[in-house]
């Protein structure tokens, strides 16, 4: 048995199973075995291949591996591109893109499907132009060459205008038909250079140190009409990029059409859509240009007539004060006013001198008041009724206690232990601990006892006892 006609003969002479009489042998594969022994014909017959197609049903798995296949308009076989090779990759694969990869052909053992294993990958054609310029960008980008902090503004008015491009593209007619309408006091310098082919770079390169080197223009526009993206490939050269990025100028890139992007577009302070485009962002409109122009005009005639009014008021107020400060006019302000000072004083002091007066006056009387006879005069008037009312209220409080005094004695006597003893009465104790009896069974037979008269005591001791209820 072989495969493409290039295969040795395959030889089944293992793992024989033997069934039946010696002289009829049969020998059955699994499955796995028949897989197993089609991907070693396929692996032995087949040396590392370059295959080109289109990727289809991209699979990216989380273990990092690509599950792909490839197709072209007869066929498809599906692929496998494991993680350490696809991290060497260039480019990102995406579903629709042309490649060109180098491949061995075997079998997936599990599924019995024929596969590629893919060792290396590229973009094929147009797909290699395109895969370097996101490589670039992507780099570039990560070095910041393309933030907006980093970016020039351009001028509102300026002076001269350089133009990088083709000296005979549709471009730069564009670019002045554009400036001519809508700002003719410009100046433009045209800094000549191909746009496209294999000089195109060396050129670009050329014209932009040129105008970098001299420094005579406001603003530099990088033009080019639209094309194919390998038409437009000497705008994304790297070195072309950072000269920009570097440039003291401020650069506005207009490459290609609306839909058309290059690296110049991302590093340049400005992108325009089209050349025509370019040309009116760097310049002002004209018509609006003398609109200001007539507004302003009318803003400093207005401004000149209102400083001319507050000039005038302000030296009639200047005069005024002038005339107000006149040496003689102030002399007899101020003598005017020293005779009104003096008239003010006089009173004042006419003033003053009542109230000094009077205050002496009211104090004369005061001292009189605090004379000590006067004083002690009115205290002996005072100290006679003061004894009495003294003497009466120490009698009363006297009698008011004495009173007091016996009928607190007779309610002591009333409720005293020895009046009720002179009444015949005793109280009984106990010897042993000294505590006093109410009844008998607080007692024991023959224990000793203590009995208070109201004169003298007895000690007695208990023979016999009764309790009463």
Sequence with gaps: MTLSGAAPALSFCDNRTMLGPDLFRRDIYTIGRVNSELRQVLEGSFPSIWVQGEISNLSTPRSGHLYFSLKDSQAQIRCALFRNRRNLLRFVPRDGEQVLARARVTLYEPRGDCQLVIEHMEPAGIGSLRAAF??????????????????RPLPACPQRIGVITSPSGAALRDILHVLRQRYPAAEVIIYPSAVQGADAVAEL???????????????????????????????????????????????????????????TDFVADRRAPTPSAAA????????????????LEQRLKQAT?????????????????????????????????????????????????????????????????????????????????????????????????????????????????????????????????????????????????????????????????????
């Excluded at 670039?136 to 907006?148: I, W």
């Design 280 to 295: 009116e962002l760097v310049t002002p409109d004209s018509q609006i240009l003398r609109t200001q122009c007539k507004r």
């Design 305 to 469: 007539h209102r400083n001319l009014r507050e000039t005038k008021k302000r030296l009639r107020l200047l005069e005024e004060r002038l005339s107000r400060n006149h040496p003689g006019t102030r002399l007899q302000q101020q003598q005017q006013r020293l005779d009104e000072l003096q008239w003010r004083l006089q009173g004042a002091m006419q003033r003053h001198l009542q109230w000094q007066n009077k205050c002496l006056q009211q104090r004369a009387r005061h001292l009189h008041l605090l004379n000590p006879k006067h004083i002690l005069s009115r205290l002996r008037e005072r100290l006679i009724p003061l004894q009495y009312r003294l003497q009466t209220s120490m009698q009363h409080d006297l009698d008011t206690h004495s009173q007091r005094l016996a009928a607190l004695s007779r309610q002591l006597q009333a409720i005293s232990p020895l009046a009720t003893l002179e009444r015949g009465y005793s109280i009984v104790l106990r010897t042993s601990d000294g505590h006093l009896l109410t009844e008998a069974h607080q007692v024991a037979k023959g224990e000793a006892l203590e009995i208070r008269l109201a004169r003298g005591r007895l000690h007695a001791r208990v023979t016999e006892r009764t309790q009463e209820e």
């Design 134 to 151: 996101e490589a670039l960008k992507t780099r570039l980008e990560a070095e910041g060459l393309f933030d907006t902090a980093r970016k």
């Design 205 to 263: 390169l050329q014209a932009l140190a040129i105008a970098l080197t001299h420094a005579e223009v406001d603003v530099l526009i990088l033009a080019r009409g639209g094309g194919a993206e390998e038409d437009l490939a000497a705008f994304n050269d790297e070195r072309l990029a950072r000269d920009i990025a570097t440039a003291g100028i401020p650069i506005v890139s207009a490459v290609g059409h609306e839909t058309d992007f290059t690296i």
